[in-house]
């Protein structure tokens, strides 16, 4: 809000930190406003870490602000397709042909941070632990590689193969997949998952955002996270899984998830 450039993409800045403000001021559906903020902030993506804050104009538009009441599932898949999220975690212009070979950061954060978090979880949040006590991870190196490759071929909205990867005023919509660029052999994520449809970037990626939305863990991972911001920061061992339960019953609504809690 203390942005008092005038001129340009700086003012795009301004204006969505203005909007975002007010909104959340004087709109009469103030839950909306809350999930749109708590959207923001597990789908994050930093204002100031990019050349293309238009991207975050249509990102607050079409993730958070679209899908804060929906399914979990529709807003993960938003939040792959968002421009400013890719631009931000480097991977729209991730190309399975690339020399210097494929960029990790989006693979791993879509798990680590966004749906099924570092380790396996019971429903009631606790880890689960192995015959040594240990805790079980839910991904290696090699499932990060794998989905990270599920991402490659995904660029700016309206380019042809030979301008992949280029900006240009269509940029701000949903991102576009060209099968020259993806990668096409089999890819084993999580739990013995292995996708295998080719060139086919479009199925890939919804198979593998499916598994993600279908993980055991992402309901508690995702109750529990809603949990702390509306009600306690400690929930107890018997109310997550209540939560998760309407996570379930739903396919992952989040208004019937927030009704439960």
Wanted: hydrophobic residues 40%; negative net charge; contains cysteine.
């Amino acid at each position: 809000i203390a942005d008092t450039e005038e001129d340009g993409l700086l003012l795009l800045r301004r204006e969505l930190s203005h909007s975002t403000f007010l909104r959340a001021l004087h709109s009469k559906r103030q839950l909306q406003e809350v999930m749109v903020d708590f959207w923001a902030n597990h789908f994050n993506v930093f204002l100031y870490d990019t050349a293309y804050e238009h991207l975050q104009v249509a990102d607050n538009r079409t993730v958070a602000r679209a899908h804060a009441l929906g399914r979990f599932a529709d807003l993960l898949s938003a939040s792959a397709h968002s421009p400013a999220m890719l631009v931000y975690l480097n991977n729209a212009r991730s190309n399975a042909n690339s020399a210097d070979g494929v960029n990790e950061n989006y693979g791993r954060e879509v798990m680590q941070l966004f749906s099924i978090g570092l380790v396996e979880r019971n429903q009631d949040f606790s880890p689960v632990l192995d015959g040594s006590g240990q805790t079980v991870p839910t991904y290696d190196s090699a499932v990060v590689a794998a989905m990270s490759r599920v991402f490659t071929g995904w660029t700016y909205a309206g380019q042809t193969d030979a301008n992949y990867g280029r900006v240009d005023g269509r940029s701000y919509a949903p991102m576009e997949c060209h099968p020259a660029y993806h990668d096409d052999q089999p890819k084993a994520i999580f739990r013995g998952i292995v996708i295998a449809n080719g060139n086919d970037c479009a199925a890939t990626l919804e198979r593998a955002l499916d598994a993600l939305s279908q993980h055991p863990n992402t309901a508690p991972f995702i109750s529990r996270q809603l949990i702390q911001r509306f009600v306690t920061s400690n929930p107890s061992p018997g109310y997550i899984p209540r939560a998760g339960q309407a996570w379930s019953t739903s396919g992952g609504d989040i208004g019937r998830v927030l009704r439960a809690i």
